[in-house]
């Protein structure tokens, strides 16, 4: 009897791999840490400081769409504008730059155009009772035209030093902390405290994983869906801008694909697009392991087709778990 008590308090090597096969961060970790010693091996300058800084200025973007599509799949939503959006939010900075505006009040107006912009398509989603995918689809070529139209097809020249630090400025002269850097990491910060801690945030899962019980409970599903798009079309300005000052340009023709680099990261992070699901800090563990495939490419020197078909595969390997762990969840049930 005492031997059957030590071998059930002994160590079970096969029990403790499937319990760190089933937590998710730990899964998403050991990916992470596969994926650096991989392309490690294979290029001895991908695990380097100037490499990582590289990294995580490209996630900087990506992370901000990241946060947004991550708040509106767990919504039950998704916005495959936002490429489109960061173009023309790049372009109209831009634009009013050159005629004159004060860097503060070209990015305060950029931003409300953001909110706006939020606010038209989740009247459509509520109002008009069009789908997410519908509606950001037709926004994605109308914004895209906007783009092209208000820019003659060119790019827009920056010259405005002050506009230009959203790009370049350093914290404390440090080259892995530019405000890029910064403003991505704080916005994963705010919102992951917003999701996790406040009333919002419960909505948020409640509406997106059961909506007659968020009705039921008295929760307005209109008021969340505004809200959820109008940070998404914020977070898209801002990153829109913050990539014109790293290029010094607006150009209409910049960002395509970047709603499928955000929801591809979200959903291998664990949110769920059937809706109710996730974390920010899944969503970043989804954006790690993204971009450090991505860029892991780039110094394998794989053509730029390759990569698309790449990144295409890990979406459709993401969506798969994604199946799979709703599968888990509904057999919990």
Not at 29 to 34: K, N, Q
Request: charge should be positive; aromatic fraction near 10%; proline fraction near 1%.
């Amino acid at each position: 009897m005492e031997q059957s008590t030590a071998k059930r308090r002994g160590f079970n090597f096969k029990q403790t791999l499937k319990n760190i096969l089933r937590s998710e961060s730990i899964s998403l970790v050991l990916a992470f840490v596969v994926i650096v010693a991989v392309f490690s091996i294979l290029n001895k300058n991908y695990f380097t400081s100037r490499n990582l800084i590289s990294v995580l200025t490209s996630a900087s973007l990506t992370g901000l769409i990241t946060v947004g599509e991550a708040l509106l799949l767990i919504g039950n939503h998704m916005d495959l504008s936002v490429g489109s959006t960061a173009a023309f939010s790049g372009v109209m900075a831009a634009l009013l730059l050159q005629q004159g505006l004060p860097a503060g009040v070209t990015i305060l107006t950029v931003v409300a155009a953001g909110a706006v912009l939020g606010a038209v398509i989740a009247f459509c989603v509520t109002q008009l009772k069009m789908s997410s995918f519908i509606a950001t689809v037709a926004m994605q070529s109308i914004m895209r035209g906007f783009a092209f139209i208000i820019s003659n097809g060119e790019g827009v020249l920056i010259t405005n030093s002050t506009f230009l630090k959203m790009g370049n400025f350093k914290f404390f002269g440090l080259s892995f902390l530019t405000f890029p850097i910064f403003f991505m990491l704080l916005v994963f910060v705010l919102f992951g405290i917003i999701l996790k801690r406040t009333r919002f945030g419960r909505e948020i899962y409640i509406v997106g994983g059961n909506p007659v019980a968020a009705r039921l409970a008295g929760i307005s599903i209109k008021f969340t869906t505004y809200m959820l798009f109008i940070i998404m079309n914020v977070l898209t300005a801002i990153g829109g801008m913050i990539l014109a000052a790293r290029m010094n340009t607006g150009q209409p023709q910049a960002c395509v694909g970047l709603e499928f680099d955000g929801i591809t990261a979200a959903i291998l992070g664990g949110v769920s697009n059937q809706g109710g699901v996730g974390s920010i800090f899944g969503a970043f563990l989804g954006l790690a392991i993204l971009q450090g495939f991505n860029n892991g490419l780039i110094m394998l020197n794989v053509q730029s087709f390759w990569q698309n078909v790449a990144k295409g595969a890990l979406l459709l390997l993401a969506l798969t778990f994604d199946y799979i762990r709703q599968k888990n969840r509904q057999k919990a049930k």
